[in-house]
C-alpha cells in the first residue's frame, strides 16, 4: 500500500483529500504545519507528497527544496495562488506537478496514481544492465538514473531525467507540449503546459553551453522542442 504525506494547513481540505486518497487504497498521514511536514517527510518513508504552498512556520517551496535535495519521489503542489511565477517556482525547485485550488478530489487521486505508476514502473526490475544512451558528449545510464555532459556528472530530479532521456531515445523528432506532458506525466495537459517549458529550461542549464543558443534541445517556435543528434 502506497504513504501519501499531506502537509496542508486548512483541515477540511486536508481530511477531504485524505478521504477521497484512503478510499482509493492509500495510506495517508498529514501534518497542518510547515515544519512540522518537512520533519516528517525528511524523516520518514513516504511513497509521495502533496504539498501546499502557503503553511505556517516553513512554506511549500522551502519544503520542496529541502525534501528534493535528500529524496527522489513525486510530489505534488497545490495552491489557491494562480500566478505562473508560482508555478514556474514551484517546478523549478522540484515538483513533479502543481494543481491550482479548488480541484475535484477525484483529479487529485487520478494525479496521485499516475505519477506513483510512473514512479514504479522506473524502480521496477525489468530494465537491462548497463542501458546507455549517448549523444554528442552526453551520457545518459538509463539503469543508474545518471547523466554525464562531457565527462562532468550532473544532477536531475526524476521528471528532467524522463524528460532528457525521452528526447534523446527520439532524436531529430519534433514533440509538441501537449505530447511531451502525456508521454512522461501520464496525462492530458488540461492546458497546463508551463510544465513541459520549466523542465526544458532547467535540463538545459544543465546540458547546454550557452542556453541562449542550445546545441541539444532546440526550440521549433509554434510546435514544441526536438533533440539534435
Known sequence: MSKILIVEDEEAIADLEKDYLELSGFEVEIENRGDMGLVKALNEEFDLLILDLMLPEIDGFEICRQVREKKDLPIIMVSAKKDDIDKIRGLGLGADDYMTKPFSPSELVARVKAHLSRYDRLIGSGKKTNDIVEIRGIKIDKTARRVW?????????????????????????????DELFREIWDMESIGDIATVTVHIKKIREKIEFNTAKPQYIETIWGVGYRFKA
Not at 555532459?149 to 523528432?173: H, S, W
Request: hydrophobic share 35%; proline share 3%; charged share 30%.
Open 149 to 177: 555532459v562531457n565527462g562532468e556528472e550532473k544532477q536531475f530530479t526524476t521528471k528532467e531525467f524522463d524528460l532528457l532521456t525521452f528526447l534523446a531515445e527520439n532524436p531529430n523528432r519534433v514533440f509538441t507540449k
